[in-house]
Nanobody, 121 residues
């Protein structure tokens, strides 16, 4: 089974930017980013299809976040701009057996360990 390792989290001021990376140990199909704030459920952030032909975003991040992938490097990215305090959460990357981007948490069966993103006001 493929393994996922996230990196790139940290502390940033509101309005700043961060770029998350997710390195996969092997080939992956559709992939996504989810996030979980303290005391809250894990929520969908963004997803990308196998060949990066389609993407999907949560309304709360549209226009600010960009998901991308480099299949040659087996790496998924999340560029986060104009960060807000409400973006503070642990961010997880996930891999699906589907080839199309999906917003449903249950469609992903491999998860990384998460990386903390903290946005100060």
């Amino acid at each position: 089974q493929v393994q996922l390792v996230e990196s790139g989290g940290g502390l940033v001021q509101a309005g700043g930017s961060l770029r998350l990376s997710c390195a996969a140990s092997g080939r992956t199909y559709a992939m996504g980013w989810f996030r979980q704030a303290p005391g809250k459920e894990r929520d969908f952030v963004a997803a990308i299809s196998w060949r990066a032909g389609s993407t999907s975003y949560a309304d709360s991040v549209k226009g600010r976040f960009t998901i991308s992938r480099d299949n040659a490097k087996n790496t998924l990215y999340l560029q986060m701009n104009s960060l807000k305090p409400e973006d503070t959460a642990v961010y997880y990357c996930a891999a699906s057996r589907l080839i199309v981007a999906d917003t449903e948490l249950g469609e992903y069966d491999v998860w990384g360990q998460g990386t903390q993103v903290t946005v100060s006001s």
